[in-house]
């Protein structure tokens, strides 16, 4: 037994070192111990303490590989069937239609997995399903924009706001994601107009991350912003004086809380149409949706939560919810994710 798990060792080692488990390998792993090739666009914290749960609970192992959401799609459709991924994650729903349309999930009965997640946040063809929840809002400025001067997205287009703006870049999924949101409920022609109006008032080119947004707000170069609700609760909760001045000098805003509703986009997960350990990988969706790891997202990334009942601690977010939602379903978002982009071209949105 010493011998085999010498060998399992150097295994593993193998594995992690070059990140890129051939099958010969994985074969090897299968026959000792249990585990999954997980493939994700996330970078937060919470995911290595759920992948430790979920290894303490179930023995399997996770063996992460971590890239963009593009690469990650690109590198599992080059390697074709003999792709290691199991799962794939990502942080945007366009990203899961691109990985469907590309063929790499697996048709998956969801609601066996998980009972109550919102059917707006599951495809309805059964490719993937969202894990967290997070929601694309408005930051103001507390000192210089008073509360009701903005409540909706559509009014970030009003010139009184003309060298007041700050957002990302639209190469940023977020970003095309809430455009595609746009087209959706209003049409392209009304989305591109919405879009042009922002960019008439942009404060400065688009740059930075969402972080990046509410530090303009705290500098004075902007008075809105268009962030994603987590990051001015990591602003806010970080050790840091600078991040938790930054986020003291907005008011995040959920818009459209009178009609439709904020946008939200998901984490979300399908497993991998080659999946060499698909019954692992079946587990390892079930456990994303657990309360286990409901509460680590919640606490630890500020998500919000796809299950009902789930239990967790974090007074940042909680004075963020309820919220009103819009109720679109989020495959939407890559439906429409091809105009988004030919509108963020035609209105010069760098
Ligand atoms: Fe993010």
Not at 34 to 46: D, E, L, M, T
Not at 145 to 157: K, N, P, R, S, W
Request: charged share 20%; proline share 3%.
């Amino acid at each position: 037994m010493k011998f085999a798990s010498a060998v399992l060792a150097t295994a593993a080692l193998t594995l992690s070192a070059c990140s890129q488990p051939d099958s010969a390998t994985s074969d090897t792993i299968q026959s000792e111990q249990r585990v999954v090739n997980v493939f994700s666009a996330r970078h937060y914290r919470s995911d290595e303490h759920v992948y430790a749960a979920f290894t303490a609970a179930t023995g399997i192992d996770v063996n992460l590989i971590g890239a963009n959401g593009d690469q990650l799609i690109e590198r599992v459709r080059a390697d074709g069937e003999r792709s290691p991924a199991d799962v794939i994650i990502t942080v945007d729903a366009a990203r899961l239609h691109r990985a469907e349309e590309a063929g790499l999930f697996a048709r998956t009965d969801f609601s066996q997995l998980a009972a109550n997640v919102d059917d707006h946040l599951i495809d309805p063809d059964g490719y993937w399903v969202g894990f967290t929840m997070r929601a694309r809002v408005i930051a103001y400025s507390a000192d210089r924009v008073a509360e009701g001067d903005i409540t909706t997205y559509e009014q970030l287009a009003d010139p009184r706001w003309a060298g007041r703006v700050c957002i990302r870049e639209s190469g940023n999924a977020y970003n095309q994601s809430l455009m595609a949101t746009m087209v959706a409920k209003s049409g392209e022609e009304a989305a591109e107009a919405w879009a042009a109006g922002i960019v008439a008032n942009m404060a400065r080119p688009p740059q930075g991350g969402d972080r990046d947004q509410l530090r303009g707000i705290a500098a004075g170069i902007c008075d809105v912003a268009v962030v994603n609700h987590y990051y001015y609760a990591m602003l806010a909760n970080s050790g840091q004086e600078a991040d938790q001045d930054a986020a003291a000098a907005s008011v995040l805003l959920f818009p459209n809380q009178d009609d439709s509703g904020a946008h939200v986009n998901i984490s979300g997960v399908g497993i991998a149409a080659n999946a060499p350990h698909s019954a692992e990988a079946r587990e390892l969706v079930a456990f994303l949706l657990s309360a286990d790891a409901q509460r680590l997202f919640a606490e630890m990334t500020h998500e919000v939560p796809v299950i009902d009942g789930v239990e967790w601690d974090n007074a940042v977010l909680e004075a963020m919810l309820p919220f009103r939602e819009d109720q679109r379903n989020v495959s939407e978002l890559g439906d429409h994710n091809a105009t988004a982009q030919r509108i963020f071209d035609r209105v010069g949105w760098q």
